[in-house]
């Protein structure tokens, strides 16, 4: 079992960047094996994939709406995942959470066991 923690919300202009934090705690298995995701969702909609990153750190992928823009990155030395996120918009305003996944590959809300409380972002026009 995982504990996620998410820090670095807040209200930024448009333009503006963020980098979010999802610290983890894992006591009965190592970090490095999970696999982690960034998941956001806005007032009123479904929660939807941002980014995803491997145990490893090696690989990463993003939902088309952030490529360019955003960067997830893991210090398994730390156990912490960030979210490195640039050039912001404001239909980039959601609660961010972060989750976990033993099960591999995967950008389906529905494979993730473990998530985060969350944290506000909010962009400003």
């Known amino acids: 079992q995982v504990q996620l923690v998410e820090s670095g919300g807040g209200l930024v202009q448009a333009g503006g960047s963020l980098n979010l934090s999802c610290a983890a705690s894992?006591?009965?298995?190592?970090?490095?094996?999970?696999?982690v995701a960034w998941f956001r969702q806005a007032p009123g909609k479904e929660r939807e994939f941002v980014a995803i990153?491997?145990?490893?750190?090696?690989?990463?992928y993003y939902a088309d709406s952030v490529k360019g823009r955003f960067t997830i990155s893991r210090d398994n030395g730390k156990n912490t995942v960030y979210l490195q996120m640039n050039d912001l918009k404001p239909e980039d305003t959601a609660v961010y959470s972060c989750?976990?996944?033993?099960?591999?590959?995967?950008?389906?809300?529905?494979?993730?066991?473990?998530w985060g409380q969350g944290t506000q972002v909010t962009v400003s026009s």
């Open positions: 990153i491997s145990w490893s750190g090696t690989r990463t």
């Open positions: 894992s006591p009965g298995r190592t970090f490095s094996t999970y696999t």
């Open positions: 989750a976990a996944s033993v099960r591999g590959w995967n950008t389906m809300v529905s494979s993730y066991d473990y």
